[in-house]
């Protein structure tokens, strides 16, 4: 695996394999890496003749200061894990780098999308994803783009930046990975200590109550039933909520017919985990 550094050398060098007609799959992360982001990177090796994986920890998509400050940083196994996986291209590109001194950051219209939900509970959140991505789609110019479902908004606001600038990329939504008891694997996992670790499956069984207990008519009782099931196990919920599957606009009110979601965002003590599960 080549690991590259700066912006002109990653643009050079993959220009060249697009013009020699290799397509080029792109994994964006963070790091951190578990499962989740290799079964991303396996899926773009499968499709693409050159895999670029980056890992950058963006300043500008954490609302809350101490996140950034905890978010884990394990940089040596992740490299050891993207080699394993075969990875073609590391990108690990500088705070300074990315982020230009004097340079006004973009704005990004992204319509409700940025008033609920995530949105709603972490501020310029998806401002900070969107200028993020938007730089590195720049500096990769992949074919295709691997997004993970766990982070279903997520997904939708890059899709909706996508198409804002017209961007030449196709987008895949890969299923998230999961523990053996289903806890939705994610780099804030780590934190969890041993008594966090086992409250934390209670994301994925209330996910799976509201599957399991959905009836058309009003979602009220069912969202207030979800959110005691956390709040009785020592959980501060930001959101237990039902949304169209397709547009993620919030429904109160089912028709039966109408695909969903159920999405949860809660704290265990400081961790905030989230997790989404389409009913
Ligand atoms: P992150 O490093 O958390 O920003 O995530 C980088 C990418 O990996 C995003 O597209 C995430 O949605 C995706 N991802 C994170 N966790 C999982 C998971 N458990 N399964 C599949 N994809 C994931």
């Not at 934390?200 to 799976?208: G, N, S, V």
């Not at 547009?247 to 961790?271: F, Q, R, S």
Request: net charge negative.
């Amino acid at each position: 695996m080549i690991i590259i550094k700066h912006i002109d050398k990653i643009e050079e060098i993959l220009a060249q394999k697009k013009s020699n007609g290799k397509t080029i799959g792109f994994v964006p992360t963070m790091g951190a890496l578990h499962a989740g982001h290799i079964s991303l990177i396996e899926k773009s090796k499968s499709e693409n003749d050159f895999t670029v994986c980056s890992i950058f920890v963006n300043p500008t998509q954490f609302n809350n200061a101490i996140d950034l400050q905890k978010y884990p940083i394990t940089i040596e196994k992740d490299i050891d894990q993207l080699e394993l996986a075969v990875c073609d291209i590391l990108f690990l590109p500088s705070t300074a780098e990315m982020y230009v001194e004097g340079e006004k950051n973009e704005h990004y219209n992204l319509g409700m999308l940025e008033t609920i939900l995530e949105g709603k509970y972490r501020p310029g959140h998806f401002q900070g994803v969107c200028i993020i991505v938007d730089k590195l789609l720049k500096a990769v110019n992949p074919n295709t783009l691997y997004l993970g479902e766990k982070d279903y908004q997520q997904c939708m606001v890059i899709k909706k930046m996508m198409a804002s600038k017209n961007y030449d990329v196709v987008l895949k939504v890969c299923e998230t990975v999961r523990e053996n008891d289903e806890l939705a694997m994610s780099s804030r996992n780590i934190r969890l200590n041993k008594n966090e670790r086992i409250a934390a499956l209670k994301i994925i069984e209330t996910l799976k109550f509201i599957k399991s207990e959905i009836k058309p008519g009003k979602l009220d009782k069912i969202k207030s039933t979800a959110t005691n099931l956390l709040t009785e196990n020592g959980y501060k919920v930001d959101y237990t909520e039902i949304a169209d599957a397709e547009t993620l606009e919030l429904i109160d009110y089912w028709d039966g017919d109408k695909k969903l979601v159920a999405l949860v965002a809660a704290y265990l003590n400081d961790i905030r985990l989230i997790d989404n599960l389409i009913l």
